[in-house]
């Protein structure tokens, strides 16, 4: 008599969705339709909460943030990130849990990102929020935030055969023109022996212009690969400098999408190659390496 075939496994679940929609101050509301509460509970009982968990930080008393869900007129439920709560720089992944139950991932759902691009924030000295929800190759929802002041907005880069040239904004200062005076880009090496090479700004108001020479950075080059990170540094040295990076628009991960050609360009040990880039926090960079 044979056996009576296994029956076969009931498929998992499929994680429940949230939608994200982004408003102009930096804050964040998420929508979720299709998430089954655990355990009981009646139509009252939404002890539910979105929970942000910052990558490498888990256990840190900042590394997470957790959100009160809340029912809507449609039957979703809703949670929102204000701009003005302080989420830190970092990766953050987006969980779902009822009462004191284990998260669980989120997937992402529908974005919409309208209000990031071309984003043109206020006046103001505090600092800048700024956060963008991704999916992560594996499929779940997780969000880049950026917290700054000051921020350094890089904006068109123009390439000449040995030069950058960069255009950009400066934001959350009092007075950004006052502060832009006489302040200079600063390319930093990474290799602590490398000197600082600095090139002066164009200013208009709040906007900035500068040209860097690859040369300039090639005359440190002795091998390898060397990362230049730019900042913005005021002429008064009390005062902060500004990262320039590019954050304020909808993609969240701009190394890959934002590319640049190199430029070969001469170094006291032979021909090195130079190439701005974007580095995985969306900060601006200039890598000066021998030609492939």
Known sequence: MSEAPEAPEAPEAAPARADCVADSAGGLTFHIADWTRPGPGGLDD?????????????????????????????????????????????????????????????????????????????????????????????????????????????????????????????????????????????????????????????VDGPDFSFTLSYAELARSWDGGAHVWDLWLRPADETMAPARLARILDDVADKKEIFTYPPRTVSGPHGEVRAQPYYTRDNDLAVRIEAPA
């Open 46 to 202: 939404w002890s539910g909460a979105l929970v942000l968990v910052r990558r490498g930080a888990e256990d840190t008393p900042d590394g997470e943030v957790r959100l009160p869900l809340a029912p809507t007129a449609d039957g979703r439920l809703q949670a929102a990130l204000p701009s003005n709560v302080a989420l830190p720089e970092g990766r953050w992944d987006v969980h779902v849990a009822h009462r004191d139950t284990e998260p669980q991932r989120l997937a992402p759902g529908l974005n919409d990102l309208r209000s990031l691009v071309d984003r043109r924030p206020g006046p103001s000295t505090s600092p800048l929020s700024v956060r963008i929800p991704y999916a992560t190759k594996h499929g779940n929802l997780s969000l880049r935030s950026w917290r700054r002041a000051p921020h350094a907005e890089a904006g068109e880069i123009r390439l000449e055969d040995d030069t950058m040239a960069v255009r950009g904004r400066l934001y959350r200062v009092a007075y950004p023109s006052e502060w832009l005076a006489e302040a200079v880009v600063e390319a930093r090496c990474r290799r602590s022996a490398a000197p600082v090479r600095t090139a002066p700004l164009v």
